[in-house]
């Protein structure tokens, strides 16, 4: 009897060995599984790069797109870019992993590139094995105008984006119902669907024209066109005939009439203005700014 609770004991203490090794065996296999589904730690850390990199590559773009529209060509550099806030969201212009800075250059009047060095071939899966979609070409429709798509895939290492400003609809507009701020005029510049509110006497400039090969319609808004050949300097005689002008309905008040080199007349509802002597402050005076009428204050 004794001899078979030993050997009885013996089988159990055998059979909790055999269910320890098995269970080891399958937490292993589990963990190695996991492993190879969801890749290494550091693996998984360079797809989140990679991905941040796209991210604010997009955004970076978006904000020259608007830059370009906004000032009439394209920013100098990233850094001028990410430096005016205006309509812009530069969320960073330095890489995520190694903070060196994208690479930023113009092409032509209107292309750039955008360059950054990636870890990997963009992702068909994800961390799971899953497929998944590249990323989505950006086709933004904008005022009913469907421009090319922007393709974001990209191969390990440095690979450089070819990009064409995409369209927008112009974000200041202007006309005789919404009339531009003192210091501003409403043009409508070559190449560009709508008006816009310029720097006074920085018309030709907003239009990307060459020196000296612009001209500026007398007209409201201003009609700004480039020309072949540089404009022949304005005679000797040539005299400002500037006026101080007041809106009747808004208050606002602005310098019109003919510089030394461009007329700008006024939208309807505008009279002279004579500020009074004792207006606190320093007077309102129009001068000539570079050949146009310009407001000093």
């Not at 492993?35 to 550091?42: C, H, I, N, Q, R």
């Not at 292309?111 to 990323?135: I, K, M, N, S, W």
């Not at 720097?199 to 009609?223: H, N, R, W």
């Amino acid at each position: 009897m004794k001899e078979q609770r030993t050997e009885n004991k013996g089988q159990r203490r055998a059979g909790l060995k055999v269910f320890t090794a098995a269970v080891v065996a399958m937490v292993a296999a589990v963990i190695a599984v996991g492993l190879y589904v969801a890749g290494s730690p550091s693996k998984e850390r360079e797809r989140r790069f990679d991905e941040q990199r796209v991210n604010e590559l997009q955004q970076i773009a978006n904000a020259v797109d608007n830059a370009y529209y906004r000032d009439g060509h394209l920013p100098s550099s990233l850094e001028e870019l990410a430096a005016n806030k205006q309509d812009n969201y530069v969320p960073s212009i330095v890489d995520p992993a190694t903070r060196a800075p994208y690479e930023y250059r113009t092409t032509d009047g209107d292309t750039y590139e955008l360059c950054a060095t990636f870890d990997d071939v963009t992702q068909q899966t994800d961390q799971y094995g899953r497929p998944q979609a590249a990323p989505v070409p950006t086709k933004p429709m904008i005022g009913g105008v469907a421009p090319g798509y922007r393709d974001w895939n990209h191969p390990a290492g440095r690979y450089c984006y070819e990009l064409t400003v995409e369209p927008r609809m112009p974000t200041q507009a202007c006309g005789l119902t919404n009339p531009c701020q003192a210091g501003q005029t409403c043009a409508q510049l070559p190449n560009k669907n709508g008006t816009f509110c310029v720097p006074a006497g920085k018309e030709c400039l907003a239009a990307g024209c060459p020196d000296g090969q612009c001209v500026i319609m007398e007209s409201y808004p201003a009609q700004v066109r480039c020309t072949t050949e540089k404009s022949p300097p304005p005679p000797p005689s040539a005299k400002s005939s500037c006026t101080l002008m007041r809106d009747k309905a808004s208050g606002k008040v602005d310098c019109f009439g003919c510089g030394t080199k461009v007329c700008k007349d006024p939208a309807p509802g505008w009279e002279p203005y004579n500020p009074p002597k004792d207006q606190p402050g320093i007077p309102y005076a129009c001068y000539d700014d570079n050949g146009t009428c310009a407001l000093a204050q």
